[in-house]
């Protein structure tokens, strides 16, 4: 977790620098736009592959080439000559983007090889506060780095940082995991298979990523919600910048900074309380705390674009982050729920929803905040989340008060 901590941090430093370079190396806002496009879009395109590449690689080799191809891209593009540089930024795009959802499908779907059934939650729970550290760490740095010693140095920096977890990486004293074992689990949450679905792994016939989904009753529900908040979060993302050049015009980043720092705490105090909760209990946060965490993430992002006086907002967004944490421990360790043969194809499926519900958020966010207001945009955005969310809480209620099917004779 220290080694994708680390990773992370040069992730987040580098969605400053990568964006700047690319405008000041090809001059054009649209450039931007397009690298973007191609990175999400090779993210997309390995979500597919990635349940395919972990049925015949372990997690663990995986990972480690990731981090090795995303360091030797990163190198690639400090060495190329200025008539190569648009090549090589094309280069990074697909890499990065196709590399970074496999590490992170691989890492998630072998956790529980890493650390046993019952203690996944808490493991998922110490990934994600190492992330909220290093997106803090790396945003906050991205402009003193590029602005003292230059893009050169910010992807050395990159090429380091992955370099750092490719060792971690090889340190694991494990196998892999992610692509066998035998999916029991020690914890006290249900496994995802329910009632009915023990022989769903042996009636995989289509396309394994689909049955996955098939594995248990409502998980493809789950995966659509996912998909719906990932274009709800396009349009946080996309509507920060301008609400906050209303608020000050001359210093635009001020308000985003501590917007981020701010979510980004509540999202590490959130963890903490998970990480106890699972020692005390021996339990993991399961579908419905995903389920009224996305509501509550959703209905903090919309009030946080109310004009509410800054001392409320800073609360908003402690809430935010707080409920952004919530429901990425519950949504994982629910996943990791899944027998092990089908938990790398669902977790690769997720990964191509995500993706696929960003990318599509982004490009039609930024159309409709030329036209609206960052309240509506995100309104909208948000509030399709909402009812999705409410839809899938009530579906799960009603597994849960459903008598058990009676085993075939």
């Known amino acids: 977790m220290a080694g994708y901590a680390v990773s992370s941090y040069g992730t987040f430093l580098n969605m400053v620098a990568l964006n700047l370079f690319v405008y000041e190396t090809t001059g054009r806002a649209l450039a931007m736009g397009l690298f973007m496009a191609v990175r999400l879009a090779s993210g997309f395109a390995a979500g597919l592959a990635a349940g395919g590449l972990l049925a015949r690689f372990t997690a663990k080799s995986v990972m480690l080439w990731t981090n090795i191809a995303q360091a030797s891209v990163m190198l690639l593009l400090v060495l190329a000559p200025d008539g190569l540089r648009t090549a090589a930024l094309v280069a990074v795009s697909v890499v990065v983007g196709s590399c970074g959802t496999l590490f992170m499908v691989s890492l998630r779907s072998s956790i529980p090889e ?55 990486v090889a340190l694991l004293p494990i196998p892999g995991g992610g692509g066998g074992g035998d999916g029991r689990s020690g914890g006290r949450e249900k496994p995802a298979v329910g009632p009915g679905d023990e022989a769903a792994p042996a009636r995989r016939r289509g396309p394994a990523a689909l049955a996955a989904l098939a594995a248990a009753p409502g998980l493809a529900l789950m995966v659509a919600l996912r998909g719906v908040d990932a274009l709800g979060s396009s349009s946080h993302n996309a509507a920060l910048p301008v609400y906050s050049s209303g608020l000050d015009a001359s210093r635009p980043a001020v308000f985003v900074s501590a917007f981020w720092c701010l979510w980004a705490l509540g999202n590490i105090v959130v963890q903490q309380l998970i990480q106890r909760y699972a020692r005390r209990t021996g339990r993991s946060v399961g579908a419905l705390g995903f389920g009224w965490g996305t509501c509550l993430m959703s209905g903090a992002f919309i009030l946080a674009f109310a004009g509410f006086p800054l001392v409320a907002t800073a609360a908003i967004a402690l809430v935010a982050g707080a409920a952004d944490g919530l429901t990425e421990v519950s949504y994982t360790s629910h996943l990791q729920t899944l027998p092990a043969g089908l938990r790398a194809h669902a977790f690769g499926l997720s990964a191509t929803v995500e993706n696929l519900g960003f990318g599509a958020g982004m490009i039609l966010v930024a159309a409709a905040l030329d036209h609206y207001t960052p309240l509506t945009v995100v309104g909208w955005s948000h509030g399709a989340a909402l009812v999705v969310a409410a839809v899938f809480l009530i579906r799960v209620r009603g597994l849960r008060k459903a008598p058990p099917v009676p085993p075939s004779p």
């Open 114 to 168: 890493m650390v046993g059934e019952d203690r996944r939650s808490w493991a998922n729970s110490l990934s994600i506060t190492g992330r909220s550290l290093a997106m803090v760490a790396g945003f906050a740095s991205a402009g003193v780095v590029v602005s003292l010693v230059g893009y050169t140095a910010a992807f050395v920096v990159d090429t380091a940082t992955f370099a750092v977890c490719a060792v971690t």
